[in-house]
């Protein structure tokens, strides 16, 4: 019997939800039948930007319907367990919240429950669906944060905006990243030991010298121009570092005397140069698991 009870709930969860997701295609359609009254057929190129345009109604209609079928419990849940001391607690409340994805965006209603004993309230409905603390879900933090490594912020939203419908303002790209930066600790994102010797290899080729380390920084979180009075109208200047790893000290002094570094500091572009020299840091090194 309950088997039963559990494969018809699920039935007319599947069939509400088509039938809401029938609703939406309707009232998508509903945008693009302008087209098919025009005295020419639209350009292909006319047709993608329409499509494009209108994605999100009929990709948000869609799940929203789902959302709301397959949470139904959750939106309708009067009772939960504190996650804290295991205590029966009764809703508070139902909290809005709206939701952006690259589907678009949607509002739920989330119920609220706050245990006394522990000081802590929660939605039970966030932890289930996996919403995320901010307006724009994972998804969309995903895909901005590839663009806001590779291109400045307001580029980055600008793109992502043309290319997702989503608008995404430059600040939150950064903060995304920032937030990221914090969360990647060195365990997690330097390369094995066997993975950085494998690219020493292929960086080198069928050269008969060793291999050369060149780290370069961009002047991310580093001034970007000497120190002046609020007023001061000099340009801005872009520092970078470059840091180089030598085998011995002659060979760092080579470096310095041979023909690749004279031409750096005689470049017209580039000036007010600073060359330091530093010993290997045995323990960083061990802990980036560095070939040395």
Same mark, same amino acid.
């Given at each position: 019997?309950?088997?039963?009870?559990?494969?018809?709930?699920?039935?007319?969860?599947?069939?509400?939800?088509?039938?809401?997701?029938?609703?939406?295609?309707?009232?998508?359609?509903?945008?693009?039948?302008?087209?098919?009254?025009?005295?020419?057929?639209?350009?292909? !190129?006319? $047709?993608?930007?329409?499509?494009? @345009? *209108?994605?999100?109604? /009929?990709?948000?209609? &869609?799940?929203?319907?789902? %959302?709301?079928?397959?949470?139904?419990?959750?939106?309708?849940?009067?009772?939960?367990?504190?996650?804290?001391?295991?205590?029966?607690?009764?809703?508070?409340?139902?909290?809005?919240?709206?939701?952006?994805?690259?589907?678009?965006?949607?509002?739920?209603?989330?119920?609220?429950?706050?245990?006394?004993?522990?000081?802590?309230?929660?939605?039970?409905?966030?932890?289930?669906?996996?919403?995320?603390?901010?307006?724009?879900?994972?998804?969309?933090?995903?895909?901005?944060?590839?663009?806001?490594?590779?291109?400045?912020?307001?580029?980055?939203?600008?793109?992502?905006?043309?290319?997702?419908?989503? !608008?995404? $303002?430059?600040?939150?790209?950064? @903060? *995304?990243?920032?937030? /990221?930066?914090?969360? &990647?600790?060195?365990?997690? %994102?330097?390369?094995?030991?066997?993975?950085?010797?494998?690219?020493?290899?292929?960086?080198?080729?069928?050269?008969?010298?060793?291999?050369?380390?060149?780290?370069?920084?961009?002047?991310?979180?580093?001034?970007?121009?000497?120190?002046?009075?609020?007023?001061?109208?000099?340009?801005?200047?872009?520092?970078?570092?470059?840091?180089?790893?030598?085998?011995?000290?002659?060979?760092?002094?080579?470096?310095?005397?041979?023909?690749?570094?004279?031409?750096?500091?005689?470049?017209?572009?580039?000036?007010?140069?600073?060359?330091?020299?530093?010993?290997?840091?045995?323990?960083?090194?061990?802990?980036?698991?560095?070939?040395?």
């Amino acid at each position: 019997m309950g088997c039963a009870c559990l494969a018809e709930d699920s039935w007319l969860a599947e069939e509400e939800a088509r039938a809401m997701g029938h609703k939406a295609l309707d009232e998508w359609f509903d945008q693009l039948v302008p087209l098919f009254r025009q005295s020419e057929p639209p350009s292909l !190129e006319t $047709l993608s930007e329409r499509l494009q @345009e *209108t994605r999100q109604q /009929l990709l948000g209609g &869609a799940r929203q319907a789902m %959302v709301e079928q397959l949470y139904a419990g959750y939106l309708q849940q009067e009772i939960a367990s504190c996650p804290g001391c295991g205590k029966v607690l009764k809703r508070k409340r139902s909290d809005e919240k709206e939701i952006s994805t690259l589907q678009g965006r949607l509002r739920v209603a989330r119920p609220y429950f706050y245990c006394a004993g522990c000081g802590r309230g929660f939605h039970p409905l966030d932890g289930a669906l996996g919403v995320a603390a901010q307006t724009h879900q994972y998804d969309i933090q995903r895909e901005l944060v590839q663009l806001g490594a590779d291109l400045p912020f307001q580029r980055a939203s600008d793109h992502f905006r043309r290319l997702s419908g989503v !608008e995404a $303002l430059n600040h939150f790209a950064h @903060e *995304t990243l920032n937030a /990221l930066g914090t969360q &990647a600790c060195l365990d997690s %994102v330097i390369p094995t030991r066997e993975e950085i010797e494998q690219r020493i290899v292929q960086a080198r080729g069928s050269a008969r010298s060793r291999a050369v380390l060149v780290v370069a920084s961009d002047g991310a979180h580093t001034p970007t121009r000497p120190a002046g009075k609020r007023k001061d109208k000099r340009a801005w200047v872009e520092r970078a570092k470059v840091l180089y790893l030598f085998e011995d000290e002659a060979s760092v002094q080579a470096y310095l005397d041979g023909p690749l570094a004279a031409g750096v500091i005689s470049h017209p572009a580039l000036s007010e140069f600073s060359v330091k020299q530093f010993d290997v840091m045995e323990g960083v090194t061990e802990t980036t698991r560095g070939p040395i």
